[in-house]
């Protein structure tokens, strides 16, 4: 089975680095970290991921911005997106609607297994 | 008259012969005998100063004297013994027949001169009996001249007697000082006009004058005199006519008395009379004088008016039965018997009194015994004062001071509701305070809650990691990683809450039934419940009426109680639910309510009640359950904000949440919502949304 490509944007690089080993140590995923939200695109469109992992809340850009770009992307609207968010609440997520509406949220911190389980789900 | 009594009474004359010729002597002395039917008592002496001595030793009451005597001669002898007895009648018998001689003695005041040898006796003896007739009349002449100058000298009121002219002819002594004459005599041939005023001489002259033509008399006038300086007295005047002995009206006399001072303390009296008069007129008490019978003897006007009558003289010889009722004037009548018979004086006694037009009025009476110079009692005088006005003042200000009594209360009960108003005022500030203290919380929280969460995603996914590193079979080393997992979810428990909370902002209201919620709630807790052994236990009521509530965040209120109680029990027990209606009777309100939220009397409310058979809350933490961070949990097994959340949801919904232990253990929260029409929920600490 070909591994999954996942790029993972967020502006905690500690947090991408242990996502990125523990995804890789399955041997399922091959896992691209962006650290600036602003360049999420250009890296998107190097790497051509299967999946993206995107934090709402960044530095000059978030992932809402990056979302709306992505849609607007030929080759990259149809790559399926997972919010990961820190501060955001269920009902925060609803009020807010919009560019993130609709899109499944992971709420950090969050367990290596829930994530797993949520990737797939989105990927399949 | 006293001698002549004597005589007639047949005691002698006596007689001093004074002649010096013993048979002069002896001869005189038997004609007296003899003519004189020895009504004579003669006795001799032979010179002047023989005779003379006789006179002084007393008792001689006519002197017969010879002119020619050896110590004195001729009318000498006349002058000498009259100047020595004055009073003494003497009869001259003279040898010498000299008619100037005799006219001489006799204008001197001898009674008789007798010429020796011409007569028998007899004329001797009228001579002397009418001597001393004639010197008797004329001492008594004299005596009344006296009286009559004794009188005009010395009495103080003013006599005098005027001619037809009315001019004066005699005037007393005090007449003359008033006219500033030395003597009376200066008056005579003067008038009025020469003293008076012409107006008052005039008017004088005209009544003497008529009394002149008339012969009345002007009796007891009371007259002005003025005098010419401007001075004038007022004078008491009797007129009268001065006749002679024929009746002839030759002038007037008459008699004026100096009444000034009468005068004026009369003018005073009658001024303060007048005075009086009108003061007791003008004075608005009723003021009255009865006699012992009761009846009326005088009153002033304020008494005629308050009895109805024209005036006070109306009353006189009236009584009270003529003006009051029967009983009424029966007990004034005994009122004043005891005044009478001075038993007691009525001293401003106030009753209430009936009068004959049907008015009852309170009067104050004074009535006291009036008596007479002598101190007995003839009647009594009444003061009476109409007091109904100053009683209906004082009935008002009774009843004034019984409101003001009253709104005094009422004030300190305002006072009482101002300050409890004020107490709830501070609470409600208070609770501001708190609220906004919770806003600055939440923001904090949701602030804070990115850079924590994302620390804490790094630790947990680095744990999940290592768990899968070879390592991890380590019994030592996998219990530290599932302590660090447990450490990185409470932490995220904690910041969760304050999202939780920070995030209850807006309310997504539907109407709801609240029993449906609390099915959902105890669906999601049934895993604990069963696991802990718990029985629930659901009393609700049928056909509860739906409540405007957002069912989300309301599901998270139930399911915090039921964790709550959950906890609170731990192992075995029972979580019993119940649901109802009730109707607001009290309306208590809580400190800080905002009075939207504040319940109505009539309301229907939605009540749901979770009751607990767990520990309870320990008495002095009961009032903190709401507090953030508070909690009765072990460390670690909750994080202090439950309860706060949940009270802040409930707050949002305008419902209200209590929280008790119950007598039989354990705990109650009590939920009460609205029926019917919820609230729109904006958040009570307000601030912008962050999401």
Same mark, same amino acid.
């Given at each position: 089975?070909?591994?999954?490509?996942?790029?993972?944007?967020?502006?905690?690089?500690?947090?991408?680095?242990?996502?990125?080993?523990?995804?890789?140590?399955?041997?399922?995923?091959?896992?691209?970290?962006?650290?600036?939200?602003?360049?999420?695109?250009?890296?998107? @469109?190097?790497?051509?991921?299967?999946?993206?992992?995107?934090?709402?809340?960044?530095?000059?850009?978030?992932?809402?911005?990056?979302?709306?770009?992505?849609?607007?992307?030929?080759?990259?609207?149809?790559?399926?997106?997972?919010?990961?968010?820190?501060?955001?609440?269920?009902?925060?997520?609803?009020?807010?609607?919009?560019?993130?509406?609709?899109?499944?949220?992971?709420?950090?911190?969050?367990?290596?297994?829930?994530?797993?389980?949520?990737?797939?789900?989105?990927?399949? | 008259?006293?001698?002549?009594?004597?005589?007639?009474?047949?005691?002698?004359?006596?007689?001093?012969?004074?002649?010096?010729?013993?048979?002069?002597?002896?001869?005189?002395?038997?004609?007296?005998?003899?003519?004189?039917?020895?009504?004579?008592?003669?006795?001799?002496?032979?010179?002047?100063?023989?005779?003379?001595?006789?006179?002084?030793?007393?008792?001689?009451?006519?002197?017969?004297?010879?002119?020619?005597?050896?110590?004195?001669?001729?009318?000498?002898?006349?002058?000498?013994?009259?100047?020595?007895?004055?009073?003494?009648?003497?009869?001259?018998?003279?040898?010498?027949?000299?008619?100037?001689?005799?006219?001489?003695?006799?204008?001197?005041?001898?009674?008789?001169?007798?010429?020796?040898?011409?007569?028998?006796?007899?004329?001797?003896?009228?001579?002397?009996?009418?001597?001393?007739?004639?010197?008797?009349?004329?001492?008594?002449?004299? @005596?009344?001249?006296?009286?009559?100058?004794? #009188?005009?000298?010395?009495?103080?009121?003013?006599?005098?007697?005027?001619?037809?002219?009315? @001019?004066?002819?005699?005037?007393?002594?005090?007449?003359?000082?008033?006219?500033?004459?030395?003597?009376?005599?200066?008056?005579?041939?003067?008038?009025?006009?020469?003293?008076?005023?012409?107006?008052?001489?005039?008017?004088?002259?005209?009544?003497?004058?008529?009394?002149?033509?008339?012969?009345?008399?002007?009796?007891?006038?009371?007259?002005?005199?003025?005098?010419?300086?401007?001075?004038?007295?007022?004078?008491?005047?009797?007129?009268? !006519?001065?006749?002679?002995?024929?009746?002839?009206? %030759?002038?007037?006399?008459?008699?004026?008395?100096?009444?000034?001072?009468?005068?004026?303390?009369?003018?005073?009296?009658?001024?303060?009379?007048?005075?009086?008069?009108?003061?007791?007129?003008?004075?608005?008490?009723?003021?009255?004088?009865?006699?012992?019978?009761?009846?009326?003897?005088?009153?002033?006007?304020?008494?005629?008016?308050?009895?109805?009558?024209?005036?006070?003289?109306?009353?006189?010889?009236?009584?009270?039965?003529?003006?009051?009722?029967?009983?009424?004037?029966?007990?004034?009548?005994?009122?004043?018997?005891?005044?009478?018979?001075?038993?007691? !004086?009525?001293?401003?006694?106030?009753?209430?009194?009936?009068?004959?037009?049907?008015?009852?009025?309170?009067?104050?009476?004074?009535?006291?015994?009036?008596?007479?110079?002598?101190?007995?009692? /003839?009647?009594?005088?009444?003061?009476?004062?109409?007091?109904?006005?100053?009683?209906?003042?004082?009935?008002?200000?009774?009843?004034?001071?019984?409101?003001?009594?009253?709104?005094?209360?009422?004030?300190?009960?305002?006072?009482?509701?101002?300050?409890?108003?004020?107490?709830?005022?501070?609470?409600?500030?208070?609770?501001?305070?708190?609220?906004?203290?919770?806003?600055?919380?939440?923001?904090?929280?949701?602030?804070?809650?990115?850079?924590?969460?994302?620390?804490?995603?790094?630790?947990?996914?680095?744990?999940?990691?290592?768990?899968?590193?070879?390592?991890?079979?380590?019994?030592?080393?996998?219990? /530290?990683?599932?302590?660090?997992?447990?450490?990185?979810?409470?932490?995220?428990?904690?910041?969760?809450?304050?999202?939780?909370?920070?995030?209850?902002?807006?309310?997504?209201?539907?109407?709801?039934?609240?029993?449906?919620?609390?099915?959902?709630?105890?669906?999601?807790?049934?895993?604990?419940?069963?696991?802990?052994?718990?029985?629930?236990?659901?009393?609700?009521?049928?056909?509860?009426?739906?409540?405007?509530?957002?069912?989300?965040?309301?599901?998270?209120?139930?399911?915090?109680?039921?964790?709550?109680?959950?906890?609170?029990?731990?192992?075995?027990?029972?979580?019993?639910?119940?649901?109802?209606?009730?109707?607001?009777?009290?309306?208590?309100?809580?400190?800080?309510?905002?009075?939207?939220?504040?319940?109505?009397?009539?309301?229907?409310?939605?009540?749901?009640?979770?009751?607990?058979?767990?520990?309870?809350?320990?008495?002095?933490?009961?009032?903190? %359950?709401?507090?953030?961070?508070?909690?009765?949990? !072990?460390?670690?097994?909750?994080?202090? #904000?439950?309860?706060?959340?949940?009270?802040?949801?409930?707050?949002?919904?305008?419902?209200?949440?209590?929280?008790?232990?119950?007598?039989?253990?354990?705990?109650?929260?009590?939920?009460?919502?609205?029926?019917?029409?919820?609230?729109?929920?904006?958040?009570?600490?307000?601030?912008?949304?962050?999401?």
């Amino acid at each position: 089975m070909d591994k999954k490509r996942i790029l993972i944007v967020d502006d905690e690089p500690s947090f991408t680095r242990m996502v990125k080993l523990y995804l890789e140590k399955t041997n399922d995923y091959e896992v691209t970290e962006e650290n600036d939200g602003a360049k999420s695109i250009a890296t998107a @469109r190097a790497c051509r991921p299967d999946l993206i992992l995107l934090d709402v809340i960044m530095p000059g850009c978030d992932g809402g911005d990056v979302v709306a770009q992505l849609r607007n992307d030929g080759d990259l609207k149809k790559v399926p997106v997972i919010f990961l968010t820190a501060t955001m609440s269920q009902e925060g997520m609803k009020a807010r609607g919009g560019a993130i509406a609709g899109f499944p949220v992971v709420v950090k911190p969050v367990d290596a297994k829930k994530l797993i389980k949520q990737i797939e789900k989105s990927l399949s | 008259m006293a001698n002549n009594d004597e005589s007639n009474n047949g005691k002698k004359l006596r007689v001093l012969l004074i002649e010096d010729s013993p048979t002069c002597a002896a001869l005189a002395r038997a004609q007296l005998a003899e003519a004189g039917k020895d009504a004579f008592e003669v006795t001799v002496a032979d010179c002047l100063a023989k005779g003379l001595e006789q006179l002084s030793a007393g008792g001689v009451e006519v002197v017969l004297l010879d002119l020619t005597l050896p110590d004195c001669w001729g009318l000498d002898t006349f002058l000498r013994v009259h100047q020595h007895a004055p009073h003494v009648p003497v009869v001259v018998m003279s040898g010498m027949d000299d008619q100037e001689l005799a006219l001489r003695t006799v204008h001197e005041g001898a009674q008789d001169y007798l010429v020796k040898g011409r007569d028998d006796g007899s004329l001797m003896v009228r001579a002397i009996q009418y001597g001393v007739e004639r010197q008797r009349l004329r001492q008594e002449l004299a @005596r009344e001249q006296n009286l009559l100058r004794t #009188l005009l000298d010395s009495v103080p009121d003013r006599i005098y007697f005027k001619d037809r002219q009315s @001019r004066f002819l005699l005037i007393s002594r005090a007449m003359a000082r008033l006219f500033h004459l030395d003597s009376p005599e200066q008056a005579q041939g003067k008038t009025d006009f020469d003293f008076f005023t012409e107006e008052h001489a005039r008017q004088a002259f005209a009544d003497e004058q008529r009394i002149l033509q008339s012969g009345e008399p002007v009796l007891d006038k009371v007259e002005k005199e003025t005098f010419a300086g401007g001075r004038s007295l007022w004078a008491l005047t009797s007129k009268l !006519p001065l006749r002679t002995q024929d009746g002839e009206i %030759v002038g007037t006399f008459g008699v004026s008395k100096d009444i000034t001072s009468l005068k004026l303390l009369e003018e005073e009296l009658a001024q303060e009379r007048t005075f009086l008069r009108a003061v007791i007129d003008a004075i608005p008490d009723q003021i009255y004088v009865k006699d012992i019978g009761g009846r009326f003897t005088d009153a002033n006007r304020a008494t005629a008016r308050s009895l109805d009558v024209a005036s006070a003289d109306e009353l006189v010889g009236r009584c009270d039965f003529d003006f009051f009722p029967a009983d009424v004037a029966a007990g004034f009548a005994a009122e004043e018997r005891a005044v009478l018979d001075g038993i007691l !004086p009525a001293l401003h006694r106030e009753s209430a009194i009936a009068f004959k037009d049907g008015q009852t009025r309170w009067i104050a009476t004074t009535k006291v015994p009036l008596r007479d110079s002598q101190g007995r009692i /003839i009647g009594l005088v009444g003061i009476n004062n109409d007091v109904t006005e100053r009683k209906r003042a004082e009935d008002q200000l009774h009843d004034l001071n019984f409101d003001l009594a009253r709104s005094q209360n009422e004030l300190l009960g305002v006072l009482d509701d101002l300050k409890k108003s004020h107490a709830d005022l501070k609470a409600a500030q208070m609770q501001l305070i708190e609220a906004e203290k919770l806003e600055s919380v939440g923001r904090i929280a949701a602030g804070v809650a990115h850079e924590v969460k994302n620390p804490l995603a790094i630790l947990l996914m680095g744990i999940d990691y290592l768990e899968s590193e070879p390592s991890a079979a380590d019994p030592g080393v996998a219990m /530290i990683l599932k302590d660090m997992r447990d450490a990185v979810h409470r932490g995220d428990a904690i910041v969760r809450g304050l999202l939780d909370f920070s995030a209850v902002r807006k309310l997504d209201l539907e109407p709801t039934d609240l029993n449906a919620i609390i099915d959902k709630s105890l669906l999601l807790v049934r895993h604990e419940l069963v696991k802990a052994n718990l029985t629930a236990v659901r009393h609700f009521a049928d056909g509860l009426p739906p409540v405007m509530i957002d069912s989300i965040k309301m599901q998270q209120v139930f399911v915090n109680l039921f964790m709550n109680a959950v906890h609170a029990m731990k192992q075995e027990g029972t979580l019993t639910v119940t649901t109802r209606v009730r109707t607001v009777t009290d309306v208590a309100h809580n400190p800080g309510e905002r009075d939207a939220d504040r319940l109505r009397a009539g309301e229907l409310m939605v009540e749901a009640q979770v009751d607990d058979t767990g520990h309870g809350v320990a008495a002095d933490k009961i009032t903190k %359950v709401f507090d953030p961070f508070f909690t009765t949990k !072990p460390t670690g097994s909750g994080t202090g #904000l439950g309860l706060t959340v949940v009270k802040k949801i409930i707050e949002l919904h305008g419902g209200q949440i209590q929280l008790m232990n119950r007598p039989e253990g354990g705990v109650r929260v009590v939920v009460a919502l609205r029926a019917g029409s919820g609230r729109v929920g904006d958040s009570p600490i307000g601030g912008s949304g962050i999401d």
